[in-house]
């Protein structure tokens, strides 16, 4: 083929709108217009993330080859029985919660982290606004403890306070910072947890994400309906309000049971273990042994309690339905 006589140039695709991409290359950072090849498409779609092999023909770019894939993240299409591949190659899922207003939703929490160990992606839960953090409204530590299972790394930090150090766990802004450089990052949370500022502050003003908008500071905002990678310098980072919504519903049981690696463990311990319910009235169930006044227990009942709600989400479509 005539593309293989060409030097190939390697590039990431950063945004894309049916067969026109906008790619960086690796070399110089220029992000250049692209067209893929017709066969290229029909093998598979290209998304935000990926790695592809670019050759140049006069002031075109054509995408001959795409890299293969660290990871994908997707959703299942049950009624479909298709599978949604949305961004890939990402190293980090960046989950914030809010410390102040809106309350802090462990079950939210749960979900995204959920979704992380579906697409095998490594996730950090970062507690903002911790100024307005009150100890009665909830147990910061409780809730950093209960992810230890799951080696989920946890930061406090205020996005609106530039001079805020960490009181209740040992990693704050500058861990963060140092934690996401080199990575690419995809960014979760629920609207009003101070996205927006906390990516402000992280990128040294260079990225501004406001009201649903990416944009580089002085050229203007670009408004995002579908996944689009934005350098940062430091690190990269994937809005995509594709997938704001946490519904869990595409998984199957098995997929669950795998998400919560830690409920996975301790199911074991059940003395019926392949089909105990966890119900009060369940023979030789672990979890029914433990003490809910002990903080040990606490932990351990607080995340069944979430895996439970969602499976019972889970439950109303058929498993079957649920593979593409």
């Known amino acids: 083929m005539w593309y293989l006589l060409k030097m190939t140039i390697k590039a990431r695709i950063f945004r894309s709108s049916k067969r026109h991409f906008d790619c960086q290359r690796e070399d110089t950072k220029e992000v250049v217009p692209a067209t893929a090849l017709a066969t290229l498409l029909k093998e598979d779609h290209l998304v935000v993330g990926d790695w592809v092999e670019l050759v140049q023909e006069v002031d075109e770019f054509k995408i001959v080859k795409a890299q293969e894939r660290k990871n994908a993240i997707f959703r299942n299409i049950p009624r479909e029985q298709k599978k949604k591949v949305i961004a890939s190659n990402v190293d980090v ?33 970062v507690f903002n606004k911790m100024d307005l953090y009150e100890e009665s409204e909830f147990d910061i530590k409780f809730e950093a403890d209960r992810l230890k299972w799951l080696n989920v790394k946890c930061f406090e930090v205020s996005a609106d306070d530039s001079c805020y150090k960490p009181k209740y ?28 500022r906390l990516i402000t502050s992280l990128s040294g003003g260079k990225i501004q994400l406001l009201s649903g908008e990416l944009g580089k500071v002085g050229k203007g905002a670009h408004t995002t309906t579908w996944a689009e990678l934005i350098d940062a310098e430091e690190f990269a980072l994937i809005d995509s309000p594709g997938i704001r919504s946490m519904s869990l519903s595409d998984l199957t049981k098995q997929d669950l049971l795998y998400c919560f690696s830690d409920v996975n463990e301790w199911t074991t311990k059940c003395q019926f273990s392949s089909n105990c319910t966890h119900e009060v009235n369940s023979k030789g169930c672990f979890f029914q042994q433990l003490d809910n006044s002990k903080r040990e227990d606490q932990l351990i009942l607080s995340r069944l309690d979430s895996y439970k709600r969602i499976l019972e989400e889970v439950s109303n479509i058929p498993d079957w339905l649920k593979k593409p």
Do not use: C
């Open 93 to 125: 899922m960046l989950v914030v919660v809010s410390a102040g207003k809106p309350s802090y939703k462990r079950g939210l929490v749960d979900r995204y982290l959920a979704r992380a160990d579906f697409w095998n992606v490594p996730a950090f839960v």
């Open 169 to 196: 766990l040992n990693a704050g802004f500058e861990e963060l910072f140092q934690d996401l450089r080199n990575k690419t990052t995809i960014l979760l949370g629920h609207s009003g947890v101070g996205k927006s």
